[in-house]
């Protein structure tokens, strides 16, 4: 009887070392075969395809394409009808200088609008400032596009970074170089087809008042994309002349209004009665930069964003 207790006991023991040990003789293979499952039960875990609005195109019935409408065969491109693609054109400067400044504000343009998208969506992005160019609706220059309206102080710029303060953001190396890659290929002339002639586009997010007014065409990227009605939307439509002389490289700057001239009683206390009979002197009215509170953004780092030229 002591040896068989012995043997139990020792029985006993074994299985209670194993359950110990068995976690460590897992390896990770079973692991990775189980995360390969989820992510193909649910492609939306996969880190490669999410961005922001990536989940729309997980979403069952979000939006159905209009019959006979063929979609380029990507995952983050929903056409929603069938699209004419535009004009093909090469954006060259009349100068190096005015090429620069063309690459560099249609990079802007897709940095800050489409920064973490997939390429799609940033060859979306490139396309529509290039369609408002060729457009007699918007300005005949690539930075006249990407910049107009930016002098407004009430965020109704024509693309939003150019107003709200995202430039003072520095932009990161590695999406930056993404961005200009596509810029380059768009200003060559490689027309992106998807987006048809689209001249506006808002994020999955929100919805302004405008859509409402305007022929939806594809759903790419973060964003959904519109055309123009009638015959601001064919063809056409889009065959201005690039002009080629890029007379501005960035944002509009903020103008102070005139500092008006006012009685120095106005801005001082009362004189003594005894100067009362004097006729008041007009002054300036105080200096409003100097009634400006300190920047707490650090020396260095207060031009980031500005372009270099």
């Known amino acids: 009887m002591a040896a068989m207790g012995w043997k139990g006991r020792s029985g006993i023991g074994a299985l209670a070392l194993f359950a110990l040990i068995a976690p460590r003789l897992i390896t990770a293979a079973p692991l990775d075969m189980l995360h390969a499952a989820q992510a193909q039960a649910d492609p939306s875990e996969d880190a490669a395809d999410n961005f922001p609005g990536s989940a729309f195109f997980y979403a069952q019935g979000a939006f159905d394409p209009a019959p006979g409408v063929e979609t380029e065969q990507s995952q983050h491109v929903l056409g ?3 699209v004419k693609a535009a004009p ?18 249609l990079t802007s343009a897709i940095y800050y609008e489409a920064g973490n998208e997939p390429v799609e969506g940033q060859r979306a992005v490139a396309q529509v400032v290039l369609n408002r160019v060729r457009s007699q609706l918007w300005p005949n220059t690539v930075c006249g596009v990407v910049y107009q309206g930016s002098e407004r102080a009430d965020y109704k710029c024509q693309f939003t970074f150019s107003c709200d303060g995202a430039m003072a953001r520095m932009p990161a190396a590695a999406p930056w170089a993404r961005a200009r890659r596509v810029a380059q290929d768009a200003l060559a002339g490689q027309v992106y087809g998807p987006v048809g002639l689209a001249t506006h586009y808002h994020t999955l997010a929100v919805r ?4 409402s007014s305007l022929q ?9 994309f519109y055309r123009n009605p009638g015959f601001n939307g064919t063809p ?3 065959r201005a ?3 080629g002389r890029e007379a501005i490289s960035g944002p509009a700057r903020s103008v102070w209004p005139i500092r008006p001239v006012v009685p ?12 009362m009979d004097r006729t008041p002197t007009p002054t ?5 930069d100097a009634m400006l509170p300190e920047s707490t953004i650090r020396p260095e780092y207060r031009n980031s964003g500005r372009p270099l030229i």
């Open 80 to 82: 929603l009808e069938a």
């Open 88 to 105: 093909a054109a090469i954006f060259r400067g009349m100068s190096p200088l005015d090429s620069y400044r063309a690459l560099n504000c």
């Open 208 to 211: 302004p008042e405008w859509s």
């Open 216 to 224: 939806p065409v594809a759903v790419i990227g973060a964003h959904i």
């Open 236 to 238: 056409a439509a889009f």
């Open 241 to 243: 002349v690039y002009l």
């Open 264 to 275: 120095v009683e106005m801005i001082a206390p009362a004189l003594p009665s005894a100067r």
């Open 284 to 288: 300036l009215a105080p200096d409003r």
